[in-house]
């Protein structure tokens, strides 16, 4: 394979990122490593990472699956220490619609993914070293310049995203353990093709987590890089661990957007938790996918009536904004009062009590709210701010 090249960019002397090099990013990113938390010694002088359902066993020089782990000197070492991208937006955008309600998530991530979902968005990031198209410069940072960010952002929350956060689970830790000392509530975006043992290493740190769930198909899963078992599990586990759970499905047309197939996700959810919000999302063709059409308001409203008929409580349509009717507002159960009113991702009404009850019938809510009385003053939809460390 032709080598590829990236910029890297470091502190310079005026306390400001300068590109300084052009080297092959494999050896780039192998420098920006440490020690890693989740594997275990295997027979045979091999390793075997447990961050993600993949479970690869290394021998020694070998990587994942993700091409950012690599078993280095009898130990695995795992990205940390840059950020790939960084930016402060509404929560809303992740999507966490039951998690502080109307603030700012000051995002961060890294290089690579375990899958390699033919229509990522974040591709550029996510396929580094498995697409020579995917390149894009990292930043060396430490975690507290990253918290420092945040505060100067005005962020509430903290979350892991952009790439695949399981990969990078011990840098994410790093950062979430001093974010801690400031307060900030921290969260992952995932595929949810997690293990048991990273979940038990994040629980300590996250409150919030937004699982993928993209098809109720394996065949379909295992064209992405993953299994359908795998996300499952994960979606039971996150929320058996008491950590807040949202699930997305991004709804393509012809490819996962039957009535037969978002019923049996609604299901599935269903059995779990109907309280557990359901994201159903608008498809654009992008990267590799480019031939089915784009999702439709009428298509994420059928897919959105279908999860309430199934019985989901919360059930929101996402991405094209001011288009779907109430399916962006979350509405209390009980008496079906709308408590949040949001267009796209501002939220234009926050009508919940600090224990998080309905002002109307007082029913309680389930999600992470604002534990003080806040007003909200809409502002309209911003892009994300781009975030100076």
Not at 226 to 246: M, S
Not at 323 to 342: F, H, I, K
């Amino acid at each position: 394979m032709k080598a590829r090249q990236a910029r890297e960019e470091v502190t310079g002397e005026n306390g400001r990122p300068a590109v300084v090099s052009d080297l092959n990013l494999a050896d780039l990113l192998d420098r920006y490593t440490a020690p890693g938390v989740l594997w275990r010694q295997e027979e045979g002088g091999k390793i075997r990472c447990v961050a993600c359902g993949h479970r690869c066993l290394l021998a020694p020089g070998r990587r994942g699956i993700c091409k950012v782990r690599i078993h280095r000197d009898g130990q695995l070492r795992v990205p940390f220490g840059y950020v790939a991208g960084v930016a402060s937006d509404p929560i809303e955008k992740k999507p966490f619609f039951h998690v502080l309600p109307g603030t700012d998530a000051l995002t961060f991530g890294m290089l690579g993914c375990d899958f390699h979902c033919s229509y990522c968005q974040n591709w550029v990031t996510s396929q580094a070293l498995r697409d020579p198209a995917a390149r894009a410069p990292i930043q060396v940072v430490s975690p507290e310049q990253l918290v420092a960010a945040a505060v100067r952002a005005g962020a509430r929350s903290i979350i892991s995203s952009y790439n695949e956060p399981l990969i990078t689970a011990e840098w994410a830790v790093a950062v979430f353990q001093r974010a801690w000392e400031h307060g900030f509530l921290c969260g992952f975006v995932s595929n949810g093709n997690a293990t048991p043992e990273a979940l038990d290493y994040l629980q300590p740190w996250i409150r919030c987590y937004k699982v993928d769930l993209k098809t109720f198909d394996d065949r379909r899963y295992r064209s992405l890089g993953g299994t359908l078992a795998h996300v499952l599990e994960t979606i039971r586990q996150v929320h058996a661990r008491g950590v807040w759970l949202e699930v997305v499905t991004l709804v393509v047309p012809g490819w996962n957007d039957s009535d037969a197939e978002l019923r049996d996700i609604a299901r599935f959810l269903v059995s779990v938790s109907p309280d557990i919000p359901w994201h159903v999302t608008a498809f654009h063709p992008d990267y590799q996918m480019t031939e089915p059409r784009a999702t439709t308001a009428s298509d994420l409203i059928r897919a959105a009536e279908i999860g309430a008929g199934e019985g989901l409580r919360y059930v929101y349509a996402g991405n094209l904004p001011g288009r779907v009717g109430p399916w962006e507002d979350t509405r209390c159960p009980s008496c079906g009062y709308t408590v949040v009113a949001r267009i796209g991702y501002v939220v234009t009404r926050y009508d919940l009590t600090t224990h998080g009850a309905c002002r109307q019938c007082g029913a309680r809510l389930p999600g992470l709210w604002h534990q003080q009385e806040i007003h909200l003053v809409p502002t309209g939809w911003r892009q994300p701010r781009q975030v100076v460390l």
